[in-house]
């Protein structure tokens, strides 16, 4: 089967896309939230800023993150400095770079849903004494949910994908930051490599298919948990 | 009591002006056609909407004013507001819809508990079902029974039947009037059906563009020549306020009585000693100078003429004082002429019994309370 270098380019995807979508949802439920509910100026700004990561290079977003996350990067010498996090070369970097890619498109999928939330049943609910965290709570955030479990989903896959912006940004470091694409391009480099790369690639098409089959399950049953059928 | 006196502009040339009471127990309804402004007031009440300046006060309670700075948030108003469209919580039970606000009522005194409400409207059945799977009557039922169940100061609803067939509004009513009779709430009810507002409402307040045309009594605002905006020519007519004096079944007729006398009317499906509301419309009344003995016409009352109002077009509405009725008939100019009629001349008027006939909206057969 896998070699236990194998193995391990495996546990770090997983590892890495469960860590970058844990990360990014809160804080893509808040722009979604942000961005379909609220007016202020310079909003077309943020709208921009977040959806940015999907148009650029990925590599440009790796220099990106190099710029400002990394050791001598503007925020990145403080992390180290003040909290002793180091992103570049670890595990944690390369989480950091799939969550910055896959945000768009969690985004997305979140906002989306939100739109699609009838306003009328969160007046409804106001009228019969829920304040507005409440109301986001009780009606607002689970009649989202099939638009967050799209939202996972398709941050995972990018997660398990990435391949531009880790490289640039964590570079490629067996047991740190060399997940499966990372590796399959690593095995390519290699004389008798094929093998890697082939065993490999089948655990990715594995992977992702399992992925749409537990998303489309996970879909079926949110849809009938809100009545939405 | 209910005190409204709002304003409010909207882009578009829209303004709305209203100022009225609703007394502190039963159904106020207001009437208009869509555009009218009635759900907008109902909005405002409920926070929704925010008038631009007014004031709205609800039993001692300030929701609204612009003048001192008040403006209560929608969920500390305590209003319980039925939807048209029901609103209910798709991703809960019915029995989970129903105690949303209950829980989150902050109300002193619970008097409204959840076991009358479910007997009150029928939920039993319904409880452990989610409302997608309810027919539209029964998503309405739930809808109020939520709506009470926030211990509301005031139940507002808008237009509840409008969106149901009319199977599924004769199944309502009764729930409505049942509502009415057992708790002592006072209602808002927004609707432009003249059957819901005879059957179910007490007081009435009628809008038109923006603003109140008449408001007082049903029978006496309904009775009103200067609805004709709001109901046009074909509904305008008088409303007495009747109790069944007797029926005659072999015959298919029913006796009402009302304060000038009795009406001939067919069958009321309603026992004798209740009240009724007779709806006479004013297209259907004739006027004779002499009583006429050899006409089919069953119902003949005579009166004076109390005033003589030319409209536009070939019509003109005459008022016919009955003693404590004033009852309106549409003639033409030509006969207003022919006949020289004016105000103080002895007429009869002529009702023929079917005109009176069925309950909607001729007759609207409901134990309706006679009278405020």
Redesign the interface.
């Known amino acids: 089967m896998l070699t236990p270098e194998e193995w391990t380019a495996v546990r770090l995807s997983l590892t890495v896309a469960f860590w970058a979508t844990a990360w990014s949802l809160p804080v893509a439920v808040l722009a979604a939230f942000v961005l379909a509910r609220t007016e202020f100026p310079g909003k077309r700004l943020l709208d921009g800023l977040v959806y940015l990561p999907l148009v650029l290079p990925k590599v440009v977003v790796g220099y990106l993150l190099l710029l400002t996350l990394g050791a001598r990067g503007l925020f990145g010498q403080y992390l180290d400095q003040w909290f002793g996090i180091r992103l570049v070369f670890s595990t944690s970097g390369a989480a950091v770079a799939a969550a910055v890619v896959g945000f768009p498109l969690m985004v997305n999928a979140i906002r989306l849903a939100l739109e699609a939330v009838?306003r009328?049943?969160e007046?409804?609910?106001?009228?019969?004494?829920?304040?507005r965290l409440?109301v986001f709570l009780?009606?607002t955030l689970?009649?989202m949910l099939p638009g967050i479990a799209a939202g996972i989903l398709l941050s995972i896959a990018s997660a398990l994908g990435e391949f531009g912006a880790t490289i640039t940004f964590v570079a490629n470091v067996e047991g740190q930051t060399r997940t499966i694409p990372l590796a399959i391009y690593s095995a390519t480099h290699t004389p008798d490599g094929d093998a890697v790369a082939g065993r490999l690639v089948l655990v990715s098409v594995a992977l992702a298919l399992g992925a749409l089959l537990l998303a489309g399950l996970a879909d079926r049953r949110i849809r009938l948990?809100?009545?939405?059928? | 009591m209910i005190e409204i006196d709002v304003a409010l502009g909207r882009p578009g040339g829209f303004r709305l002006a209203a100022g009225f009471t609703a007394p502190p127990a039963g159904i106020t309804a207001l009437f208009g056609r869509s555009g009218a402004g009635k759900t907008t007031i109902i909005q405002m009440v409920a926070g929704v909407v925010r008038p631009e300046r007014g004031r709205i006060v609800v039993d001692d309670t300030v929701f609204f004013d612009s003048r001192a700075g008040i403006e209560l948030p929608i969920e500390a108003r305590r209003v319980g507001y039925v939807f048209q469209d029901a609103r209910l919580f798709p991703h809960m039970s019915v029995e989970r819809n129903l105690r949303y606000g209950e829980r989150r009522s902050r109300a002193a005194a619970r008097p409204i508990a959840l076991g009358a409400v479910v007997d009150l409207l029928g939920l039993k059945p319904l409880l452990a079902r989610r409302p997608h799977t309810l027919s539209g009557g029964e998503r309405q039922r739930v809808a109020i029974g939520r709506a009470l169940l926030v211990q509301p100061r005031l139940l507002l609803m808008d237009e509840p039947l409008a969106s149901l067939d009319e199977a599924r509004k004769q199944e309502i009513l009764p729930y409505l009037e049942r509502l009415r009779d057992e708790l002592h709430l006072p209602v808002l009810y927004v609707s432009h059906a003249v059957e819901e507002v005879l059957r179910l409402a007490d007081h009435m307040v009628a809008l038109a563009e923006g603003g109140i045309i008449a408001a007082g009594p049903v029978s006496e605002v309904m009775s009103r020549p200067d609805l004709l905006p709001v109901l046009g020519r074909f509904d305008l007519g008088t409303i007495l306020e009747c109790t069944v004096a007797r029926h005659d079944t072999a015959l298919g007729l029913s006796s009402l009585a009302f304060a000038d006398g009795e009406l001939r009317v067919p069958l009321v499906d309603v026992a004798p000693g209740a009240g009724v509301r007779a709806r006479i419309r004013s297209r259907d009344v004739a006027l004779a100078l002499s009583e006429p003995v050899d006409i089919s016409v069953t119902n003949r009352l005579p009166g004076l003429i109390a005033a003589v109002e030319r409209q536009q077009g070939p019509y003109a509405d005459v008022a016919l004082d009955l003693g404590h009725t004033l009852l309106h008939a549409t003639l033409t100019t030509e006969s207003v002429e022919r006949l020289a009629l004016r105000p103080g001349l002895p007429a009869w008027a002529l009702i023929k019994a079917v005109a009176v006939e069925g309950r909607s909206p001729g007759l609207s057969a409901a134990a309706a309370p006679a009278g405020p």
């Open positions: 009838d009328g049943l007046l409804a609910a106001r009228t019969l004494g829920a304040g409440d009780t009606i689970p009649l948990l809100i009545g939405r059928t």
